[in-house]
């Protein structure tokens, strides 16, 4: 059952969570750290998200990380992502990883359906010029059409061509929807590798993993009793706990910081 947090009151599973051994903090970026924008790469995380994650990566025993659906790239673009961040990065679904002190991980650059790719976006991209304020992502193994700027009937036309091209031509690649975007990948990855790939390189005793869009429940539905799910927003959810906007995030964040600063050892 889900239920809302509130700021200010205690709540068990929030403290559960803050006191575990090896905590991993686990963050969908789009609409979760940053709000939802029109222009997918003008995306950036809030300050009061910023700040409480520089907290958490302060604090021993605590590891944070982004898992999009973004190729890396892209999601070290948004996320203001350095060499030097301690921020662990799972891009493509948990396609790709990037590790502090080590880089790049996981997925090999080269994708055996890259010509496919570059065939599907050469014909994509004159057939989505006919509908205004749909927008065409290549990925690196996949193709995302967003429809946030378009009229939501204008949407749907674009989406169903997009879907017709790809019955046709790359039928085996996985599809997924979230909000206004419609994705195909060469990868079946999905956020719940992303969780587990993650616990196992971190170690984490417990995961906090937040996040707003269907692709997210992935994650939600593999955490364990030892975890606590966030849902960020309103929609059919697996986590425990829903907050209403990134704001909120970040002030949940912040109350794990504090207890967890004030854990013994």
């Known amino acids: 059952m889900t239920r809302e947090w509130h700021p200010g009151a205690s709540d068990p599973a929030v403290s559960a969570i803050a006191r575990t051994q090896r905590l991993l ?22 300050p009061e998200v910023q700040k409480a994650l520089v907290d958490l990566t302060a604090l021993p025993h605590t590891t944070v990380a982004f898992i999009s659906g973004r190729s890396l790239v892209h999601l070290r673009e948004i996320a ?25 991980a996981g997925a090999d650059a080269e994708d055996p359906d890259r010509m496919l790719r570059d065939a599907l976006l050469e014909e994509l991209a004159p057939l989505l010029s006919a509908y205004p304020g749909v927008e065409l992502e290549s990925k690196t193994f996949g193709i995302g059409i967003h429809g946030r700027p378009a009229r939501p009937e204008v949407e749907q036309e674009a989406f169903t061509a997009v879907d017709e091209v790809f019955a046709r031509r790359a039928r085996h690649w996985r599809r997924r929807t979230g909000d206004r975007i419609l994705e195909y990948s060469s990868r079946d990855e999905g956020k719940d590798t992303a969780i587990a790939v993650l616990r196992a390189h971190t170690g984490a005793t417990g995961i906090l993993f937040a996040g707003d869009d269907v692709t997210d429940e992935d994650a939600l539905r593999v955490l364990t009793r030892d975890d606590l799910g966030v849902r960020v927003g309103p929609g059919e959810t697996a986590a425990t706990l829903r907050v209403g906007s990134p704001q909120q995030v970040a002030e949940l964040l912040e109350v794990i910081a504090s207890e967890r600063a004030a854990r013994p050892e």
């Open 80 to 104: 203001e992502h350095g060499d030097d961040s301690p921020i662990v990065l799972a891009g493509s679904h948990g396609a790709q990883y990037w590790y502090p002190g080590e880089g790049e």
């Open 25 to 46: 903090v686990a963050l969908d970026f789009d609409g979760t750290a940053s709000e939802l924008v029109a222009d997918p790469m003008s995306a950036r995380a809030i």
